[in-house]
Each structure stands twice: as C-alpha cells, then as structure tokens.
C-alpha cells in the first residue's frame, strides 16, 4: 500500500495530470501573461524565446537550492537596454544554479530547446513563489501570475518518462514481493515441515 502511493504520487500522477492539460504552440512569451497560460501543460514557444539568465534567482532551504529565470525574449533583457512590464512564465529547477548569483542552467544544455513543460509538485511550487519574489524585489520586476515550467526540448518525451518510472517501479515492487512471498513460503515449509515417521 505504502509503495503504491508513493509511485502514484511521485510518478503516475504527474503523468495522468500533464496529460489533462492543454498544448499550446508558438507562443510569445512577452504578451503572454500568466493567467492565459493556467491550463497549459506543454509550451512550445516561438524562435525569439530565450531565458532570461541576467534575471535568474534562487532560493535556498534547508537542503535544496530552487532556481528560476524568466522566459522571455532578447527584447526582454536587461543586457539588450530594455525591461517588460511583467514576467509571468518561468523555469525552474532544483540545484542547479549557484546561490547569490544570476545563473540557471536547469536545461538540457542544447541552445535550440524553445519548450517547457509543466512544474506540477506543490510542495516545491511554494518555494519557486519565494524565488520569484526575490526576483521581483532585486531586479524591480512583477510577476503577478506566475507559472512554472521545465526547460526541455521535448516535453512529450520528458512527459512520457514519468510514465515509465511509474511503470518500472510498480513492476519492480510487485516482482519483488512476489520472491519475497515465494521464500517466505519456502521457509515455513522447511520450519513446519514434519519428516514422516519411519
């Protein structure tokens, strides 16, 4: 019971939540606010999309570092002389940024990827808000509707992956307590087993 939630939470729901939301393609990034993109589960943005690393911004807890950067376009940055009015659409990551510094290299590392998709955990979500906020405060930005996404380049295959894990670990678990049960079974037998009388 207790494996099967935690597969169901960590894998199979992110999967089966994803799939409900919608697709949108060719989206720019600057006239797009938050509140539009709430049902949005997969994005792919339009060629001027970059990520706004010179804004990135990360907020540390006990354990983890929480990193996100607007995504924007060239227009969009301070180091092109210019500022949008909002930031609603960020990616986010967990330790993969340096604390104190704009940085943010929570992507795949290939400079074409122009997709996202959809941040889902709600417990890590309270975290990206504090960043965001930070962000807001230091570099004298709004975000008054923020939504979170992984950076990727194919959000259909990052999608399917939870499904996978979700599929290879309920495998694994039940394989396992099948062989647990099977030498539970063997060694009642030998501890209860009676040789005939001879």
């Avoid at 104190?100 to 996202?116: E, I, K, M, Q």
């Avoid at 405060?137 to 939504?147: C, G, L, Q």
């Amino acid at each position: 019971f207790v494996l099967g939630e935690v597969n169901y939470w960590y894998y199979n729901h992110p999967f089966f939540f994803l799939e409900g939301l919608k697709t949108y393609s060719n989206i720019d990034p600057t006239g797009m606010s938050g509140q539009r993109l709430m049902d949005a589960g997969k994005i792919y943005f339009n060629e001027r999309t970059r990520l706004g690393t010179d804004l990135a911004m990360s907020f540390t807890s006990t354990w983890d570092t929480y990193c996100v950067a607007p995504i924007t376009t060239a227009e969009g940055l301070p180091s092109q002389g210019s500022i949008l009015a909002k930031y609603d659409i960020w990616a986010v990551g967990v330790n993969c940024c340096k604390s104190g510094v704009p940085s943010f290299y929570c992507d795949d590392g290939n400079p074409h990827t122009r997709a996202g998709l959809r941040q889902v955990g709600d417990e890590q979500r309270v975290f990206y808000r504090l960043a965001v906020q930070q962000a807001e405060a230091a570099y004298n930005i709004e975000a008054p509707h923020p939504i979170f996404f992984f950076w990727v380049q194919d959000p259909i295959q990052k999608e399917r992956e939870f499904f996978t894990a979700g599929f290879t670990f309920w495998l694994t678990v039940n394989m396992s307590h099948c062989v647990l049960n099977f030498f539970a079974v063997l060694a009642f037998l030998l501890m209860f087993h009676r040789p005939p009388n001879v």
